[in-house]
């Protein structure tokens, strides 16, 4: 690999402006993260890509709010815009637990440090620089300004809020990915249009000035939904926001969405279509050092980096549409997948880096099996405004072949210098069920299993069922447990045919809403008999944008408007999450009193029954509690930054 210099990177300093020969900046960047030259990092990616267009690019990564703020205005103005990201994750999960406690570890800071990267990051940076540059744009983006661009539920501060364009003073959000409405940006930009001006980008939201003229689009149909003021006074009013949200997120011809806050008018305009294969392998393809700043390299390792240094990410979107996670209302319902020879071409750059071994740690995406799959006939997919191509049911259009994956792992194997290549992204095990997903070829899901079993496993599958009661998982917008029992059957008879002595690892939820106390002790004792000692357990954190959180602060379901229960206290969520531990000696007597009062002897006899001689095949104490638990939604972009034996 070819030596780098400092000038390989993006400039974070005067210096390395200076080396650069620049004289001005076209736009700086500030974030939440550490400056990791890499596609896996949305800083890495959207200053990669400005530059691509030319444009003279710095990074200010974390800068200081506590001093006299010198890291805002040490680079001066730029001469377009500031752009500002909270970072990879949303910075109240970076910065607390599930319990509002203060985590010990940034993923995305070196050596894990805390205390580099501000609560609402993103409107904190975007404030300090319209108060020091009045005159200069700020746009905001990344998954905190994405998720929080309309009335939202904040459970660190519990209040409704409003758009984070109100907090932030920001001049315009891009919402989702970037690039595409970067691109039409800097494009009128460079045209000479003005800032100001420019209102009618697919994929962006403003906040109009009372009296300001409403941008003109007739290609566009308008929507209005609940004004902010009306959501502070009435819960129900709010729910029956988020499913206009929603549906217009996720269709191909949406309409423009606007919401009164105070005096101004919140726009939000439709996303733009899904990246295409040759958009996405463009983005992929941009010259990334593919590591961390130099700066960084006394200060220790950064964990976020560390975790996906050797994995490829081959696919962005997720057709789950689960009711607790965001991804979809991030990256989008349809799948946007790199071409075959893009990823062989990572493959190639990061087998050729000096410290790789041989090993890739995941060729995978939000969910590892969604690569390549889409509708098989398009029209149908453009007027569908289901949230979930799988729930309640497999959709008859979508195409689940995973003949294309298949194809891909042997590929990647092939190359010389991997020797295994590792699945460590989830995977959706529903779609792998001939009885659920009923229009895919049995051989072929059986095949894509034993694919990953045989050579794409290192000793654990990870799986997310998440729950065993029936209504909870359709409120989730997951199957039935049936069919991970089915799924199951089917795992070990691979185990069995081939020898492998796998463990089946899920992943389980609690206190999400439509849950009670009986059907954390129903899941208790089926997984139990199952033969399973969960591990991998959290309890359920709401998080901007998503159905579930809608219902617990609310109460209401936003599709239907019924009442919905939700556990909400702490007594409640620890009640619920001491079920997973039943095998604790701490936990017995209470387990025994609770389920004594339900009436659920039966459940008592499997749980606790005398001269209980149940072993788990590898015993091992539970890796995560309630307290540290990383909510399900931004599970795969959260390090893990404890030993190898610690990670999930």
């Not at 402006?17 to 596609?39: C, M, Q, T």
Request: proline residues 7%; positive net charge; charged residues 30%.
């Amino acid at each position: 690999m070819q030596e780098l210099k400092l000038s390989d990177w993006l400039p974070t300093t005067n210096k390395e402006v200076k080396i650069r020969g620049w004289e001005a900046l076209d736009v700086i960047l500030f974030s939440g993260d550490a400056y990791v030259d890499h596609p896996s990092f949305g800083p890495a990616v959207i200053g990669r890509i400005l530059e691509s267009y030319g444009l003279r690019v710095a990074v200010v990564p974390q800068p200081n709010v506590n001093d006299n703020l010198q890291d805002f205005v040490k680079l001066g103005a730029p001469k377009l815009f500031f752009g500002v990201t909270g970072g990879c994750m949303d910075p109240m999960i970076s910065n607390y637990n599930a319990n509002k406690k203060r985590r010990d570890k940034d993923a995305y800071t070196p050596n894990g440090d805390i205390g580099f990267r501000p609560d609402y990051a993103t409107t904190v940076y975007s404030k300090i620089l319209k108060e020091k540059w009045p005159e200069v744009p700020v746009l905001i983006g990344g998954i905190e300004a994405s998720l929080r661009r309309v009335t939202h539920y904040d459970y660190w501060s519990d209040k409704l809020m409003p758009t984070i364009l109100e907090s932030s003073k920001a001049d315009m959000l891009v919402y989702g990915m970037g690039e595409q409405p970067l691109r039409e940006v800097v494009r009128l930009l460079q045209k000479g249009v003005p800032f100001s001006s420019i209102t009618t980008i697919k994929q962006t939201a403003l906040l109009l000035d009372k009296g300001a003229k409403i941008p003109k689009n007739s290609h566009w149909e308008d929507v209005e939904i609940v004004s902010h003021e009306t959501c502070l006074k009435d819960g129900k009013a709010f729910a029956s926001n988020f499913k206009t949200i929603e549906q217009e997120s996720n269709k191909l011809a949406a309409r423009r969405i606007f919401q009164k806050v105070g005096e101004k008018t919140l726009m939000i305009n439709p996303p733009y279509p899904t990246m295409t294969e040759e958009e996405i392998d463009a983005s992929f393809d941009l010259p990334y050092t593919r590591l961390p700043h130099p700066k960084y390299n006394k200060r220790g390792p950064i964990p976020a980096f560390e975790m996906i240094k050797f994995s490829i990410n081959i696919h962005r979107g997720c057709f789950g549409g689960c009711s607790f996670c965001t991804i979809s209302a991030h990256q989008g319902k349809f799948i946007a997948s790199r071409s075959q020879e893009s990823i062989l071409r990572e493959v190639d750059t990061v087998a050729n880096m000096p410290d790789f071994k041989g090993y890739l740690s995941d060729i995978g995406g939000p969910s590892a099996n969604m690569y390549k799959m889409k509708g098989k006939v398009q029209s149908i997919c453009d007027k569908c405004v289901a949230p979930s191509c799988i729930s309640p049911v497999i959709c008859s259009n979508l195409d689940t072949s995973h003949k294309p994956l298949t194809k891909l792992y042997q590929a990647v194997d092939s190359h010389p210098k991997v020797k295994k290549s590792f699945i460590g992204s989830g995977i959706r095990h529903d779609m792998l069920v001939p009885e659920f997903n009923k229009n895919a070829d049995a051989k072929e899901l059986d095949d894509y299993t034993e694919e990953v079993m045989t050579k794409h496993v290192s000793g654990r599958l990870k799986v997310a069922p998440e729950h065993t009661s029936d209504p909870v998982l359709k409120l989730m917008r997951k199957p039935s447990f049936t069919y991970f029992h089915k799924f199951k059957e089917r795992f070990d008879k691979i185990n069995i045919k081939k020898n492998l002595k796998l463990q089946l690892i899920p992943y389980f939820i609690s206190n999400h809403p439509a849950c009670e106390v009986e059907d954390m002790a129903n899941l208790a004792a089926e997984t139990k008999d199952m033969g399973f000692q969960l591990e991998q357990v959290q309890g359920f954190t709401p998080t901007p944008m998503t159905v579930a959180t809608v219902i617990y602060y609310s109460g209401y379901h936003p599709y239907t408007l019924k009442k919905v229960k939700t556990p909400k206290t702490r007594k409640e969520k620890d009640e619920q999450h001491r079920f997973f531990f039943w095998y604790k000696k701490e936990n017995k007597d209470w387990i025994r009193r609770t389920l004594n009062k339900l009436g659920r002897q039966d459940l008592l006899k499997v749980l606790l029954p005398e001269n209980d001689k149940w072993r788990k095949n590898k015993p091992g104490k539970p890796k995560h509690t309630f307290d540290d638990a990383i909510p399900f939604n931004q599970r795969k972009n959260k390090a893990k930054f404890k030993s190898k034996k610690k990670r999930r």
